[in-house]
């Protein structure tokens, strides 16, 4: 029946723009909570602060990369970190990503402990083989007797009106990489305890942030703002509670999916949004037991489908979760296109809320049909 409608209708995100809105019997409405909220502070200020912290705590860790000091980073993320500890810790490198990162992944081969800015994380393709073959298997081909504690971050992903070449996601390039973690954080809380784990982890992380969401505020607890506050690394959190489909989105997608849900929630229908936060190691324990639970999944990411981070979530779930299914899984994804210049192609070529609900409302709809 999915096929069918998939032959009619098409797929991706164009698919819930032409889908009739069905709307299945209700259900309690699921709630959005931040527990013992003290204050609000933007992503950009969180990462920042994080910086800071794990600088001042640890000697051995620096922050490289182009104009991350004098001008303070391109999207002031690194703001005042060069006049507290000065031009050996803050280094401003030339325009020459193969370079500076091959120095950062010496650096860690001597215990010191790199903060690798990318301007973009498309950049980083020009150090793929220092981040790869370097960085990534140096511990595994010494036997344990090399640890690379390195962090590469920098904004990844689609931004607007900046061309195919610097809209990429790179969460599925890099999560195909034993060796490597990769971290995705969404709200202030997700930047500020997973940028303190990265710095603090023994391995190479691949942080990808997203330049959309720097100026985003979100509430922040007491918990969050402690200088020893730090998540951990591989752990899903669940945003929404939902009884009746689950959605697994990460960085800025996890806002959509959320506005989604609100949708939803008039409507009867109960999803649970689940923030992956970090895509290597995937939760895949925090998935399944939902799935279980709401019987129904739906990934979405604004990468490329085909081998994505959706793929391997389904497979996950079709391995360990196959009969708690009521419904085909769906996958919401970017188009299978190099991301348009022009402002209407490119809002096509991402996934956007109204694809949301309607997917969501069609899967319930065909739950309640076979």
């Not at 950009?44 to 104009?67: K, T």
């Not at 730090?230 to 009746?244: N, S, V």
């Not at 490119?346 to 076979?370: C, D, G, K, W, Y």
Request: glycine share 8%.
């Amino acid at each position: 029946m999915l096929g069918a409608a998939r032959r009619q209708l098409g797929s991706g995100p164009m698919l819930g723009q032409v889908l009739r809105r069905l709307r299945p019997a209700a259900v309690a409405e699921a709630t959005r909570g931040y527990s013992a909220a003290a204050k609000e502070m933007t992503v950009r200020d969180a990462l920042n602060s994080a910086l800071d912290e794990e600088m001042s705590a640890d000697p051995s860790v620096f922050l490289m990369g182009e104009e991350v000091g004098e001008y303070q980073g391109a999207y002031k993320i690194s703001k005042g970190l060069l006049d507290k500890y000065g031009p050996d810790r803050v280094l401003d490198t030339p325009i020459t990503e193969a370079g500076f990162t091959g120095i950062g992944v010496g650096a860690a081969y001597q215990g010191l402990r790199p903060i690798v800015e990318f301007m973009t994380f498309n950049f980083s393709m020009q150090a793929i083989d220092h981040i790869i073959n370097s960085a990534a298997k140096s511990n595994y081909m010494s036997a344990g007797q090399i640890s690379v504690p390195i962090v590469f971050r920098g904004p990844n992903g689609a931004a607007a009106g900046v061309g195919a070449q610097h809209s990429q996601c790179y969460a599925a390039w890099y999560a195909h990489v034993p060796g490597l973690k990769v971290l995705t954080p969404y709200s202030a809380e997700d930047a500020r305890g997973l940028l303190k784990a990265a710095i603090r982890d023994p391995d190479p992380v691949i942080f990808l942030e997203n330049e959309l969401l720097y100026g985003e505020s979100f509430p922040v607890s007491a918990e969050v703002l402690d200088s020893s506050f730090c998540l951990p690394i591989g752990k899903a959190k669940i945003e929404r509670e939902g009884k009746d489909v689950t959605i697994t989105a990460f960085s800025k997608m996890v806002g959509y999916a959320l506005q989604a849900a609100e949708i939803l929630s008039k409507e009867g229908i109960s999803a649970e949004v689940i923030n992956l936060r970090s895509i290597r190691p995937l939760d895949r324990a925090a998935i399944n037991a939902s799935v279980r639970k709401t019987n129904r999944l739906v990934t979405v990411e604004e990468g490329f489908p085909q081998h994505g981070v959706g793929s391997e979530i389904c497979m996950s779930v079709v391995e360990d979760s196959f009969e708690y299914l009521d419904a085909p899984v769906e996958r919401i994804a970017g188009a299978d296109v190099p991301m348009p210049y022009a402002a209407n192609l490119e809002r096509m070529a991402v996934p956007q809320v109204s694809s949301f609900s309607s997917i969501l409302n069609f899967l319930l709809a065909l739950a309640h049909t076979v």
